[in-house]
């Protein structure tokens, strides 16, 4: 969410934005103030297989140039001359092996019609050059802001134009428009303007969506569909969101942002459902002029607390049909340190945010931004995109404009390309899962904060830093997603591949050829939500429940008359939480924890709490793939290729230790184990990685013992091992 040429907009709010955390963490901020059962499917149906059939339907959606898609920004003045100004700029890109550009140009601006038409025949001429070149083209343009440059004394789309009219209001009417020096992407003397999606912007804003779609660009990059918290909290409370929210509700708004008021509780989550009707009428209006138009929608919001505020939760667009994705904003720890000064558990926490994006995407392709401030840190963090699944959107902190490093693009993307069906057609080989659940994470002891990374204390001659130095925004502060990071940094740790399951709209199929389900904290679930895990429990599954109020709240955060999952628990309300219970239920097993060992995880890394997350992991799910020797801080991926070939990612952050430190790189020896599929043989082992001279695949040599084959390797960075069975 982005100007051209400007820093990110999340991550450069005043200090003010965490504050007033008492305030939250009681249930209550000032108004207006500043703040931050289906029958389950046999289990032997294997998780790759599951993914393999839903892939078929996403590679008809998604050609091949966006599942494969390496992006980059590029621009052009208004009086550019295709021949003279835009080929240079598309050749540029090209010779850094970029595939994709974002066209970032003047669309952040308010623009009378006239103006919007003349700049559209500069982007057809664009989108001309750059396919002539064979790049594809995706046009940035903001959903529901609008700037306006010199409006704070002059001219001004929410002054002299239709902002005053359409515009968000917070819940005690203040108009949520600012002018300079809040954020520095508005500068000083303009205007921001934040629209309601309800109001008379959604056909305006849908018309432009059609010319754009008109001009023969391959996709659209819709920005900032939120409820913008900057300079107010908890907007839309415009007339035409109060009347959209009584006819979907049958309720008045809540007067006031509270969570122990059911009526706010249900604005928090209709919030969420409204903004994704948003974006399935953009691509909507996108294609209605171009069928093969995708949408890919610029989305902060990871799987932190942050969706809660502003109301985009990414994970409600995972089951979209229609050609829309998300290009996910992952944030860094230093706006001008990138990397250099995170934790081991920090990288935990990336890993974290990138697995959601590649989850909540489903079988979709998932764009990422992949920021860095140096080489070095940007590789690696490109390193865990690439190994998540992500396709990489490099740019340098805290710009969208120009590149980290261009010989470091330009190595990774050609490596990107030389691999693309293994990072992009491969499925996991994972039978574990991690449960994130929307509703717990926006009902469950609600605090001040985002939860980002875990260090919130900027290091030493550090300045920019994540979390402006407001300890409550550290994860290790929040009850339900300080056990859901520490669950994702256990199995990181324990070399345990697995996936982030995604709670909205889930069904028996999303867990078909899951052996075992975490679920951290879970305490807010819908009943048909609680019937499917009771399903999957019943057909033969393992889940392992933590926290001490499982299941114990509706998916609008009220309090159950008794446990949602109390038979799968085999305790209730009325009893005692024991401190832990296994309880056999159907063919399956559920494993109970009552204390957060998740979050102990996270903050203390003792091995008690590892185990009791993981001990039940390893009984009913033994990885086929295994690190049988390499330092816990290298992270394992592990997929299949069709039906011969495993594709094991290692991504080493053994630099990295429980305090910040100086950034370096130290090489990994580390020994891969493969378990050989039934019926199969091990023909051949290949290793290919960036750091080395080519992107090309080597051969390298294996063993064999039993029914595993072993491949030993020292690990730069990044380190991909293809292990081909005949």
């Known amino acids: 969410m982005d100007i051209p040429g400007g820093l990110s907009r999340r991550r450069l709010l005043k200090a003010g934005l965490v504050a007033s955390g008492a305030a939250w963490a009681a249930g209550r901020l000032p108004s207006g103030g500043t703040g931050p059962s289906p029958a389950p499917l046999p289990l032997e ?42 080929k240079p700029v ?4 090209k010779s850094q092996n970029v595939s994709v550009i974002e066209l970032d140009t003047i669309l952040s601006h308010w623009l009378t019609d006239a ?14 050059v750059a396919r002539a070149a064979g790049l594809r083209v995706v046009v940035y343009y903001p959903s529901l802001e609008v700037i306006s440059l010199g409006g704070e004394k002059g001219r001004s789309f929410y002054k002299d134009g239709d902002g005053k009219n359409w515009v968000q209001r917070s819940l005690d009417g203040k108009p949520n428009v600012f ?81 122990s008021d059911p009526r706010f509780r249900r604005y928090v989550e209709w919030r969420h459902r409204n903004l994704n009707q948003w974006q399935l009428d953009i691509a909507a209006a996108g294609r209605s002029v171009n069928p093969d138009l995708l949408t890919f929608v610029e989305t902060v919001s990871m799987d932190y607390q942050y969706a809660t505020r502003i109301g985009l939760d990414g994970a409600y667009l995972r089951t979209a049909g229609g050609g829309v994705s998300h290009v996910w904003e992952v944030d860094i720890l230093g706006l001008r340190d990138g990397m250099r000064h995170a934790t081991a558990s920090d990288w935990t926490c990336l890993i974290s945010m990138y697995k959601y994006a590649r989850a909540a995407s489903g079988t979709k392709p998932a764009w990422a931004f992949s920021y860095g401030w140096k080489a070095d840190d940007a590789s690696l963090v490109m390193a865990e995109l690439l190994a998540s699944g992500c396709n990489p959107y490099e740019v340098k902190s805290p710009f969208k404009d120009i590149s980290t490093d261009v010989a470091m693009r330009t190595r990774m993307y050609a490596f990107v390309a030389a691999q693309q069906e293994r990072l992009y057609d491969t499925v996991s080989a994972a039978t574990v899962g991690v449960y994130h659940s929307s509703a717990s994470r926006d009902y469950v002891a609600p605090t001040a904060g985002t939860g980002m990374y875990v260090n919130a204390k900027a290091p030493a001659g550090v300045a920019d830093w994540w979390s402006g130095g407001a300890t409550e925004e550290s994860c290790t502060r929040q009850a339900w997603l300080g056990e859901f990071r520490g669950t994702v940094k256990a199995l990181v740790y324990g070399h345990i591949p697995f996936t982030t399951v995604t709670s909205p709209d889930l069904t028996a199929a999303d867990l078909a050829g899951y052996r075992v389900l975490l679920l951290p904290n879970l305490q807010a679930v819908s009943d048909a939500e609680a019937a499917v895990l009771r399903g999957y429990v019943s057909g033969g599954g393992t889940v392992v429940v933590t926290g001490p109020a499982p299941t114990a709240l509706d998916e609008y955060g009220a309090a159950r008359g ?29 494993h109970y924890v009552r204390d957060l060992a998740g979050l102990k995880y996270l903050t203390a890394t003792d091995q008690a709490s590892a185990d009791a997350l993981l001990g039940p992991v ?18 394992v991926e592990a997929g299949r290729l069709g039906t011969g070939e495993t594709v094991v990612q290692l991504v080493n952050f053994t630099g990295f230790g429980d305090a910040p430190g100086t950034f370096r790189t130290v090489p990994a020896t580390c020994t891969v184990a493969v378990r050989i599929p039934e019926g199969k043989r091990p023909v051949s082992a290949a290793v290919a990685s960036p750091d080395a001279a080519s992107p090309v695949a080597q051969p390298v040599p294996f063993s064999v013992s039993a029914d595993t084959v072993t491949v030993e390797l020292t690990v730069k960075q990044y380190s991909l091992v293809s292990v081909i069975f005949g």
């Open 45 to 86: 149906r294997a998780a790759w297989a599951r993914q393999a059939a839903q892939g078929a339907q996403t590679q008809a959606a998604f050609p091949d140039w966006s599942r494969f898609a390496r992006i980059a920004d590029g621009t052009f003045d208004e009086d550019a001359d295709p021949v003279r100004d835009m």
């Open 115 to 128: 103006e919007f038409a003349e700049h559209m025949a500069k982007v057809k001429s664009f989108a001309q």
């Open 562 to 590: 008794e446990y949602a999952l109390a038979d799968v628990l085999g305790f209730g309300r009325a009893d005692a939480a024991p401190a832990s219970k296994r309880h056999a239920f159907g063919a399956g097993t559920c």
């Open 179 to 259: 002018y300079g020096s809040l954020v520095v992407w508005v500068d000083p003397g303009d205007e921001s303007c934040w629209v309601s999606p309800n109001s008379p912007w959604r056909d305006f804003y849908l018309g432009r969506i059609k010319q754009l779609a008109a001009t023969g660009v391959d996709a659209i990059w819709p920005d900032v569909p939120i409820y913008f918290d900057g300079a107010l909290t908890w907007c839309d409370a415009s007339t035409w969101a109060a009347s959209a929210f009584k006819a979907d509700t049958g309720l008045a708004l809540p007067p006031a942002d509270n969570f």
């Open 618 to 635: 390893r009984e009913a799910a033994p990885p086929a793939v295994t690190l049988a020797a390499g330092d816990r801080r290298i992270h």
């Open 90 to 93: 598309v050749d540029k890109l």
